[in-house]
């Protein structure tokens, strides 16, 4: 199994304590699997309750099979995530961007998944997991002239 990139304990701290990520995915022409230009790029998101998986840095959330992001996530997994603390006050914005590679979730991420929120094993779907790539945290209680960052290698 491949080595996977330290990630900064402040950003996994802020994964971790969050529960809820936007999922935005890329909409394709449904006959040739290219990126729909008829009426310029096309996006689509998902809010979805999410655990992190630490040991593999993945994002497990459960969807139907037949749901629109899912299906547009299976024709290309390059998605695009975005994990937000609400506030109202600037100095304590917090969020996280993330690139990541949508996949199968393994037992041990379904089971990370359920452990967080057992309610959801009443509910059809499956459990899928988000590979981080890259993810840039911003945290304005910092101060920090630069924004943290993480590059899978």
């Known amino acids: 199994m491949a080595t996977i990139a330290p ?6 701290t802020f994964i971790t304590r969050e529960k809820v990520l936007a999922l935005s ?6 006959n040739q699997g290219e990126i729909a230009t008829d009426k310029g ?15 593999n840095l993945s994002l497990c959330f459960k ?3 037949d749901s629109k992001h899912i299906q547009l996530a299976r024709r290309n997994p390059n998605v695009s995530v975005i994990i937000a603390k609400d506030s109202r006050v600037l100095g304590n914005i917090q969020g996280v961007q ?13 089971r990370a998944y359920y452990a967080r929120f057992p309610f959801a094993k009443l509910g059809g779907g499956a459990v899928f997991a988000l590979d ?10 910092l101060l920090l ?9």
């Open 7 to 12: 990630m900064d304990e402040r950003i996994q």
């Open 25 to 30: 995915v890329i909409e394709c022409d449904s």
């Open 41 to 55: 790029l096309r996006v689509y998101g998902a809010s979805c309750y999410y655990a992190f998986f630490v040991p």
């Open 63 to 65: 969807s139907a099979l």
């Open 98 to 110: 993330i690139q990541a590679r949508f996949r199968d979730s393994t037992q041990e991420e379904e």
């Open 132 to 141: 981080i790539c890259f993810a840039k945290y911003t945290d304005n209680r």
């Open 145 to 153: 002239q630069e924004k943290l960052t993480y590059i899978k290698d």
